[in-house]
Every structure is written in C-alpha cells, then in structure tokens.
C-alpha cells in the first residue's frame, strides 16, 4: 500500500459544532465530568500552557520529576515565578510516595503537587492514587501529565481527585500528534480565576475557557488544524466500537506479556515491580558489560521497534514498545525476539524459546478482554 500524501490537502473544514461534540466523546470515554479543552498543538504545548495557567509568585509547588517530562514542567512553573520544590526519583524508577509526603511535610503549605501518571521515556507507573490523596492532605491542586498513560492505564479524573490531566491521542489512543486536550476540574478553575490572566497567549487556559467553554463552545479561534481535528475524530471513532476498557486491556496484556517474555528469556524487566510499570513500553535493561546502542542496532537489523530510554535512564534501559495500534501479540513477540537475538549476538545467553513461549501463553489464555481493567 503506498501513502498518498495527496489525500491529505484540500480537506473539508471540520464543522463548527464539532469540537465540541468531540470534547464530549472524549470526556464519555474518560467517564468524566471535568471540562475538556483542546490545545491546537502538540501535548508538550499543553502541559507548558497547563504551567503558565498556574503558576504565579507566591505558589508553591511540589513537581515530582520521573523524566525529562517533569523536569520541564518544573522549569516553566519556575518561570511563572512559581517556587518549585522537586522530588527527584531514582534513575527509570517510579517516585516514592513517601519522598512526595516528606517533601509537603516540610514544606507545610503548598498550591501545587504534579507529576507524570505514567513515563513512556523509563517505562514506569507512578503511583496516581498515593500523590492525589497527598496533594489532597494539603488541599492543593493536583496536576498529572496522562499523555502516555491515557488509553494505557485506568485514570479516574473525577474519582481520584485529578484537578488537571494533560492527554494527547499520539500514544495509546493511536491519533494524531499534533492536538492535544486539558481536562480541568471546578478546583482549577478556581485556582486559575484567582490569578491574574496574561491573555492575549496560546498558553492561556484562562482565555479558552472565556472564548470557548464560556460561549457554548463554537469553533475553535484562530484556524484550527482539520487535518488533526479529522484524525482525532477518526482515532476516537476507532476506539468507540472497540471500547476504552478494551483499549486499555490491549495494553496491559502486552505489558503481561512482554514482561513474562523477559523474565523467560532470563532477563528480568527494568521495573522489578508490575504494579508500577507502564503499559504502553516495556522498559528491559542493558546488561552490563553491553553497550546500549550497539544492543539496538543489533535488534534494529530483526526489524523491530526498540528504543533508547532518554534523560536519567538513557543507557541504563531499552524500551519495548507497545503502544497504540502495536498493543497486540504480534508486536510484543517480535520486539522480545529481536531483543533476544541481538543479546545473543552480542554473546549475552538467553532462552529464546521460552521467552516466545511466554508470549503465546499469555495470548493463549486469555483474550485481552478478560483482563482486570473496567469495562464501559
Ligand atoms: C509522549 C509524552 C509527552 C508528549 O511528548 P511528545 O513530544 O509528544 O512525545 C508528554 N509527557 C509524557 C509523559 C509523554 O510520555
């Protein structure tokens, strides 16, 4: 099949109604009553639009940094005069909660707790529940970057108290990049009305919500994107048929079984723990005495999709990816062989066959639905 890239000009103009018939489709899957708004940019532009809405002199925020990801977020509630308090995990490892409850103890008042939800850079989960009952214990507005955990994991916005999730449909949901959305609960609204706005800005949520979700929500300002607003209807409409409870499965059961695949082939995952690794990419580590980009040019050459890890983690872990449309036995299998051979190649012992074994009993078993995430 050839790409025509043809198809792509002289697209329809998405209708006026749409976006926010769009927004609610989103919100249905989510199960969420938060407000959703769209950023006409990539996710990185919301969680920097997210930062510049609330942050202020005088706020005190508590960032929990797990990647590259947070440390960013960090710097721009630092530049929105913010006084940033970081909680700084280990290398590819989820945050302790009990560092993010030392750090607010200290601190004793404090407006802001964020975090990553989960890390497609490390491969780890950080626990969700944990930091909201924290920034909660505090009566402070808890911020998550859901990008690479929506679709992927169960993230309850209404009922685990998140007051601001940034998603974007470019991983799981298997959308487009270039749109991404901010969930926001009546908690940071009032946070975000309470400061002054720097409107006219694309990185004013204080300004979407007046222009937008204020006037009954018509087009978008300025010239939306159809291109992007097209897919993402399109990659909604993808998943309504099949379920965002079976979207989510998918997931889990490659992570299940990539991670039983690595165990198998004598390799333990990066994350020792299940409960806090990320479905989406299974991070595996690069054994010592092996190079980390000789190991993935090795599995490059048996044609599967496996990653460096970046910031803290590069060089210490590779990632198995398992995302979006590759969430499926087929993936899963050929990113563990190709790891696989390219250690042998680089004459660290492994057990190939029960690894592959591994992944057929896990597809075997059960189907994707059976597992325990929760059905719509
Ligand atoms: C992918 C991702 C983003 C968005 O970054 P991209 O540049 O679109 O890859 C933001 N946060 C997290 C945690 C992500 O995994």
Same mark, same amino acid.
């Given at each position: 099949m050839t790409f025509d890239s043809h198809r792509l000009l002289d697209l329809p103009r998405y209708p006026d109604h749409g976006y926010a018939l769009l927004a609610d489709r989103i919100r249905r899957l989510l199960a969420t009553t938060a407000d959703l708004v769209f950023v006409q940019a990539e996710a990185m532009l919301a969680l920097e639009a997210v930062a510049a809405s609330i942050a202020r002199p005088g706020i005190v925020a508590v960032n929990v940094v797990t990647s590259p990801y947070g440390k960013w977020f960090g710097a721009w509630l630092r530049r929105g005069g913010a006084s940033v308090h970081e909680v700084v995990a280990a290398p590819g490892q989820p945050v302790e909660a009990s560092a993010v409850a030392d750090c607010l103890k200290t601190l004793g008042h404090v407006d802001i707790v964020a975090a990553v939800h989960?890390?497609?850079?490390?491969?780890v989960l950080n626990p969700l529940a944990e930091l909201s009952a924290l920034a909660k214990s505090h009566n402070a507005l808890f911020v998550v970057d859901a990008v690479a955990s929506v679709g992927g994991h169960v993230i309850d916005v209404d009922g685990q108290g998140v007051d601001i999730a940034v998603i974007g449909p470019q991983k799981a949901l298997a959308g487009p990049a270039g749109v991404s959305a901010v969930l926001l609960g009546q908690r940071a609204w009032a946070h975000i009305d309470a400061l002054p706005d720097f409107a006219p800005?694309?990185?004013s949520l204080a300004a979407l919500k007046r222009d937008w979700l204020e006037r009954d929500? /018509? %087009?978008?300002?300025?010239? /939306? /994107?159809a291109l992007e607003f097209w897919a993402l209807d399109a990659a909604i409409a993808r998943i309504e048929p099949e379920g965002f409870g079976q979207v989510i499965a998918r997931h889990q059961q490659a992570a299940r079984a990539s991670r039983a695949a690595l165990r198998a082939l004598g390799v333990p995952p990066w994350v020792a723990r299940d409960d806090v690794a990320s479905a989406l990419v299974t991070a595996a580590p690069v054994p010592q005495g092996i190079n980390a980009g000789e190991l993935i040019a090795q599995a490059l050459r048996y044609g599967a999709e496996i990653t460096p890890g970046f910031g803290d983690a590069a060089g210490l872990l590779v990632r198995l990816n398992h995302t +979006?449309?590759?969430?499926n036995a087929e993936a899963v299998l050929a990113n563990v062989v190709a790891y696989g051979r390219a250690l042998e190649a680089l004459r660290f012992p492994v057990d190939l066959r029960a690894a592959a074994d591994a992944v057929a009993h896990e597809y075997g078993r059960?189907? %994707? +639905? %059976?597992?325990d995430g929760p059905q719509p």
């Open positions: 989960a890390e497609s850079s490390s491969g800005s694309s990185l929500r /018509p %087009a978008l300002p300025g010239t /939306p /994107p +979006g449309r590759n969430a059960s189907p %994707a +639905g %059976a597992a």
